[in-house]
């Protein structure tokens, strides 16, 4: 039986061990049976992120889709998978494949597979595409010549996606605001395949962003993870503290999660950063619509769609139900509790680039410090708290995390009385007052996940200790 499977958004998998040129050779020979069926055989768009061999890998790809005929357009250099999507619809492909396992150690490489629309294949595509990898048949060729081969035959093609993702970004964003703004501006693309391109949007202003850890290197030195969270942003940190920016955007490894440290040296999270998003749209733009937010975003959202009449879904966690949804609704934006988030008129999939273009602009356009911007939110919405515990876990038990999940009966959390258990995505425990938290088992890593979010700090960590031990104290970690 094959090693690969699905998760969340795309395979991911250690290289070397699983995440091997043979598989990536199976999987994309899967995903060329798939879209031949499908007649979708015009045009697959390829591209990569900065991660060790991800080139090489998508050299491999790119030759197993061109040896069967199907025209490949590959990037001419590594790109944010947002770029990516862009250049899908841009060009009218059929498929795209991205080579990159975003947020995950450096240990691991992974492959994303999108839609003629840019996002992220549904699970009942993939569950398709699986069933075909154990009966595929892949070529024994030597793919360095081949590739060049392809190259010169026209069957590959280099593409550079930059130019035209830009010019979309000018059409949603007041660029030439933000430009003359004097915002003192550092970015940390994370080694990640963003890096560089906030300096090429914001060149000739000015301004002169500082860009950190914008080199390639596939170690992600100082980094647990290249994922714009906290604990892994402590040089940026330093830098924040000296009092020398008024703001700091980061992206994780291909581009399409983002991060924000304010001027006061202190990070806002993810449900923070998409409420701001939001409150962004309604107040600065004056536009209503609806929005979208995965089970695990902040109930701020909700109470920023009451406010400004405007109806808001909730999805399952995974990007790919989001985009769905934003498709269905024709809605605003959407966005998740890992930092991702969506735009009308642009691809309904995450852009970290372009999120942290709009936090700029919502700067510039009320003159106002991001953290005093938070203060207001919070004027609106009232006091909100929320964290995040990942607990690694023996995969081998999952069915028996499974069950104790699924007959847990506690009365109360943190204080507040349960008023529903439901399993939307993960078990949730809606309390008093519209406070929860969520126990779900990760799509992606070997993680459970423990989520909450109260009125404040305190009941928030009371609330993941409690979770805690619905769990046995953590007897299900390594």
Request: charged share 25%; hydrophobic share 40%; proline share 5%.
């Amino acid at each position: 039986m094959s090693t690969i499977r699905f998760g969340t958004d795309g395979w991911r998998a250690i290289i070397g061990e699983d995440f091997t040129f043979t598989n990536v050779r199976l999987l994309t020979q899967a995903l060329v049976k798939y879209l031949s069926k499908e007649q979708l055989i015009s045009n697959v768009v390829v591209g990569y992120d900065t991660r060790f061999l991800s080139f090489e890998f998508a050299k491999t790809v790119a030759v197993i889709i061109a040896q069967n005929n199907i025209p490949v357009t590959m990037t001419s250099s590594f790109v944010p998978t947002p770029a990516l999507s862009y250049c899908i619809t841009e060009l009218g492909a059929d498929a795209g494949v991205m080579v990159t396992s975003s947020h995950n150690p450096f240990n691991w490489n992974g492959i994303k597979i999108k839609t003629s629309e840019g996002i992220s294949f549904p699970d009942s595509e993939t569950a398709i595409i699986e069933s075909y990898i154990d009966d595929s048949r892949i070529f024994d060729v030597n793919e360095r010549e081949l590739f060049e081969k392809n190259l010169s035959e026209g069957l590959i093609r280099w593409y550079d996606p930059q130019p035209s993702y830009i010019k979309n970004l000018e059409n949603l964003v007041n660029i030439e605001s933000i430009k003359h703004s004097n915002l003192r501006i550092l970015i940390d693309p994370m080694h990640g395949s963003a890096q560089g391109w906030m300096l090429k949007i914001l060149e000739k202003s000015t301004i002169v962003p500082t860009e950190i850890h914008g080199d390639i290197n596939p170690s992600f030195p100082s980094l647990h993870a290249p994922e714009p969270i906290a604990q892994n942003l402590t040089d940026s940190f330093k830098l924040m503290h000296n009092n020398e920016y008024d703001v700091c955007l980061s992206t994780d490894g291909d581009g399409d999660r983002f991060g924000i440290i304010d001027d006061k040296g202190n990070f806002i999270n993810q449900l923070e950063a998409f409420a701001l998003l939001v409150y962004y749209y309604f107040e600065i733009k004056e536009l209503q619509g609806p929005l979208i937010r995965s089970v695990t975003m902040s109930r701020m959202i909700d109470k920023l769609g009451e406010k400004y009449n405007s109806p808001v879904f909730e999805t399952p966690v995974g990007f790919k139900h989001l985009s769905q949804k934003m498709l269905e609704t024709k809605a605003l934006l959407a966005g998740e509790e890992s930092g991702g988030a969506a735009f009308i008129g642009h691809i309904p999939e995450r852009d970290g680039i372009l999120a942290g273009l709009i936090i700029l602009d919502l700067i510039t356009s009320t003159g106002e410090k991001i953290s005093d911007l938070l203060s207001e939110l919070y004027k609106i919405v009232g006091p909100h708290s929320y964290h995040r515990l990942d607990i690694p876990f023996d995969n081998t038990r999952r069915d028996e995390i499974l069950d104790r999940l699924e007959n847990m009966q506690p009365n109360d959390i943190a204080g507040f009385k349960i008023l529903k258990k439901d399993n939307p995505d993960g078990y949730r425990f809606t309390l008093t007052d519209d406070w929860w938290l969520l126990i779900r088992i990760s799509g992606t890593e070997p993680l459970i996940r423990i989520y909450a979010e109260m009125p404040n700090s305190n009941l928030v960590k009371r609330a993941l200790d409690e979770g805690q031990k619905l769990l046995f104290n953590n007897n299900f970690q390594d």
